[in-house]
């Protein structure tokens, strides 16, 4: 069993209400892969960065036991850098740079022995770039997860579909549900973005939970943890991402009734990931906090 | 035991994208009583009406078990009149027209044999109209309600503070909260309401759900149901109050573990509140078929 994750790794400068960062390490693989390894022992990564990149992260992230072969580096290029500004309810943000940088023609190289894991996380890439990965795989992994965004709906949207019709489970917050499916209604939306391909759907809300569609009109809803503070909500919808992933792989499961609880782990480490600038938190965390945390997401909801 | 509501009895006239109504009852008081109604049969109501009102409204909520001999009617004079219109996203509306009329000095008179509630509900009027019900009281009842909005903290935020240093809980939307605490994390804005007298609050976040915060950190989240369409919003949040005091005055409880199960029928009678225009729904719905539709909320969150 493994599960395979592709993704950016990158470098971010982030401002919020509480201080702003220089460049430090971001990107939705890195969030994602981290996130997954709290769970599950047999992770690898396939990304791409830079010469510039912070090399000692790639290290802690084998320490965390996420294999970064797939990871190539390319000589005299740099890696995509993202700068972005949030609001003051935390809730919105402008980004103010995108450098694509060694994204923009990324070939994602499947390490060897990597070639046929059960599970795989798709993080946001242009749809081009998930396809390909999912074409030099040997055999169909038991559960494939996406994740994209509306700059892809605007500009890519016919690859952007041929790689929905290709996955199982499509995770997207609910501003672009509605765009990808013009609904207002996110039940509506989901039924519309379900017939494109994903049999499973899960919007994210942010503060607000998630949403997990599937079958047979099944519906599950997650919430997240009230918290005092939001100090940097960057990456959070990858953590949860990861997360759900990273359990769902520790338990082998693949259906609805097995991602509940899942949507639980991933919106509980996702509530450690924005306690701290970047990874930060998610670096010093362990299996055992997310557990102990997992109370109060009980308390929260459990009649 | 018994349940005593005080609200608007009232017109509106309502603009959503799936039409608009004429003149149509409404007033927080009449979707309270329907809803509390659907739980308690010892439900009692005070209020006040002008000439024009829909006196058939009148028996129908007699019908429904509620007790109107508080709702004065005054001679010569206009009911409450209030107009909105939803924008396309339904979480969002313009009032058009407000008309206070027989509000303007409504003098609460307390009907003979209730004067001893054991739970009273103030449905959103002038503090000092709460106030002073609260104050015609021979006894003081076992919770007190209060829903409030940004209205009253414009124009009279003293006796508002008084009014929450009285009650038990207090129902008021995210948005509210924020207003009323200067805080913009919920939490910390828990804290400061709850500061202001109130053991509990209820923050109601519409089509996301509403939190319940209580004595030593307790929070617990109860979710809206995801539907396909959403009619008209208007009185969800009093149907919501409604439902959660009327099953609470069911079951004879107070505390905070007892408020779980009532804040998913509050829930889940909202649902149906918001499928028709106005008092509509309400009226043709049963507890059987909330009892039906609480299988759902539990699909929703069960592990």
Redesign the interface.
Known sequence: MSLLIIGSVAFDAIETPFGQTGKIVGGSASYISLASALFYPKVGLTAVVGEDFDFDFLERLKKQGVDTSGVQVKKGEKSFFWSGKYH???NSRDTLVTELNVLGDFDPIIPEGWDSPDYVMLGNLSPQVQITTLNRLKKRPKLVVMDTMNFWMEIALPELKEVLSMVDLLTINDEEARQLSGE?????AARVIRNLGPKYLIIK?GE??A?LFGPDD????C?AL?????FDPTGAGDTFAGGFLGYMASTGATEFADM??AL?YGSCTASFCIEKFGTQRLEEISRADIEARMEKFH?????
């Open positions: 003051l309810d935390m207002l209604s996110l039940v509506k809300k607000h939970g949403l099944q519906v599950y809803f919430p009230p918290l005092e503070d939001v509940r609880k639980m308390n929260l909801i459990a009649l």
